[in-house]
């Protein structure tokens, strides 16, 4: 649905849009690692009857998560027009993706910490409330961007914020539910 938004904002922002998600899509390789052998670690660790450690480890992943996006980030500010070059030599193309470039090398910092607390709840077992947590972040995050271009008439940078919020709703509900410990009674 994203991507059916940018289109209703013309060429010119769908083609900025599928460069910067390619370049997303490199920030998201190690998110998706560290996410993966997050759900792995909880789940072992419960299992080994350590549920107590399970927060100490998901914070260690999650500072490794992020430490590794914030490399590859730091190259994105380093280099940008270049790394946008790989994608398109049209210099208005390069020029008007620099902004959303910008919004996404925040935005992967965000990811990095939401996907571990949420893998970090999915590996104590309890999927379904996964399941209403991912619900309720895709479903803001779907209205948040209707309404950036339906509403707001936003910039396609305006409309790459919705990452942070999808972010940020990743992290803020799966840490509250962490936290709870409502998730100590999983049957494995």
Do not use: C
């Amino acid at each position: 649905l994203f991507f059916v938004f940018v289109e209703g904002m013309g060429e010119h922002a769908l083609a900025i849009s599928n460069i910067i998600r390619s370049i997303y899509v490199v920030l998201m390789v190690p998110i998706w690692g560290y996410a993966s052998a997050t759900n792995t670690l909880v789940s072992y660790t419960i299992g080994k009857g350590h549920p107590g450690v399970v927060m100490k480890v998901v914070w260690k992943m999650v500072h490794m998560s992020v430490f590794s996006v914030a490399l590859l980030v730091g190259i994105n500010l380093i280099v940008p027009s270049f790394i946008l070059g790989l994608y398109t030599n049209e210099s208005s193309l390069i020029r008007d993706a620099l902004p959303v470039l910008n919004v996404i090398n925040g935005s992967a910092l965000f990811i990095a910490a939401g996907f571990i607390f949420f893998s970090a709840v999915s590996g104590t077992g309890k999927t379904q409330v996964a399941l209403v947590l991912e619900s309720i972040a895709l479903l803001v995050y779907v209205v948040y961007s209707y309404a950036m271009v339906e509403v707001f008439h936003t910039t396609v940078a305006g409309i790459w914020t919705a990452e942070f919020l999808y972010g940020g709703l990743l992290v803020a509900l799966s840490f509250a539910y962490l936290k709870s410990g409502r998730w100590r009674d999983a049957r494995m």
